[in-house]
């Protein structure tokens, strides 16, 4: 009997779309309520919390059973989904109370809140690429750079967000467009430094071929490259030149297309994981049938 074994790469299909665009949304949100605190733009707040809640319906719609969905806090010690649902819980709650405070007129209770919303903030930020780092077996989201890019990314989107919206809202912040440019770069360059750094491994050689060469290539390259690094800073470095309404035209496409770039990159990254075959797989038996024994003679005596 021969035995024969499968020993294929199989690719993430528990996370997907819907997870990636709740994890942007938990992202972004989060850093654009810091910004609104920053930049004395309570009106920012209100959608950075939208965003936040969003993210959370966009992952309940995926659930089974919504009704169930508290039993994901019951872990807190040892899950990062159970840590993550803490944060945005709290996030939501404080931030919340926070701009009603404001909008009811009671300073000496807002600002307190509107702080504790901040730091709540940071990991909420952090905790997609905390839960994708912890799932050890798909060796693409190990190591620190994954959490450090993907809060890089939150950051670039909030700030190029901010920066086009608070023009409308009739504030100015000079600043948010230098910050927006540093923000890109060095999310780029995080994104550059995970996939160089990260394990050259049967599962991450299949992972980089979807990304560069397959099926994922256009959703990457083009929509996580192009449109989400290069033409937001090329226009953000290059807008000065312009004047009249196009400023704000450009403003806000350069936001339109920074928010489907984030989109396309994280969907790419979380899509491409794939899961590495520590062991083969369970032994099949060969179809070809076992010899027939030799036939033992003895000699008559």
Not at 62 to 79: C, E, K, V
Not at 108 to 124: E, H
Not at 181 to 197: E, N, P, T, Y
Not at 217 to 223: A, E, H, K, N
Request: with cysteine; proline share 6%.
């Amino acid at each position: 009997m021969s035995l024969k074994y499968q020993t294929g790469v199989r690719f993430n299909h528990h996370l997907g779309p819907q997870e990636t665009l709740s994890f942007m949304g938990e992202g972004v949100g989060a850093a654009l309520f810091a910004i609104a605190l920053f930049t004395d733009q309570p009106l920012l707040a209100g959608p950075g919390i939208l965003f936040v809640i969003g993210a959370v319906f966009a992952l309940l719609g995926h659930l089974g059973n919504p009704q169930r969905a508290w039993r994901a806090i019951t872990r807190i010690g040892t899950s990062w989904v159970s840590r993550g649902t803490l944060f945005i819980s709290i996030f939501i709650g404080v931030a919340t109370l926070s701009l009603v405070a404001g909008y009811l007129g009671m300073t000496a209770l807002q600002q307190p809140l509107a702080v504790a919303a901040l730091v709540v903030a940071v990991p909420v930020m952090g905790y997609a690429g905390m839960l994708l780092r912890s799932m050890r077996a798909v060796r693409l989201w190990r190591g620190p750079f994954v959490p450090l890019a993907f809060v890089a990314h939150s950051l670039a989107t909030a700030l190029i967000l901010a920066w086009a919206l608070i023009p409308l809202l009739g504030g100015a912040a000079a600043w948010l467009q230098p910050a927006a440019m540093v923000a890109l770069v060095a999310s780029a360059l995080l994104s550059v430094l995970h996939l160089l750094r990260a394990e050259r491994s049967e599962g991450v050689r299949a992972s980089f071929e979807r990304l560069f060469s397959g099926d994922l290539r256009t959703s990457f390259l083009v929509g996580g490259c192009v449109c989400g690094i290069v033409v937001p800073l090329v226009v953000t470095a290059v807008l000065s030149a312009f004047a009249g309404g196009i400023v704000m035209v450009l403003m806000l496409a350069v936001a339109l297309c920074r928010l489907y770039g984030d989109f396309a990159y994280r969907n790419a990254v979380v899509i491409a994981g794939a899961y590495e075959p520590v062991m083969p797989d369970w032994p099949m038996r060969s179809s070809t049938p076992p010899a027939a024994p030799v036939a033992c003679s003895t000699a008559a005596h």
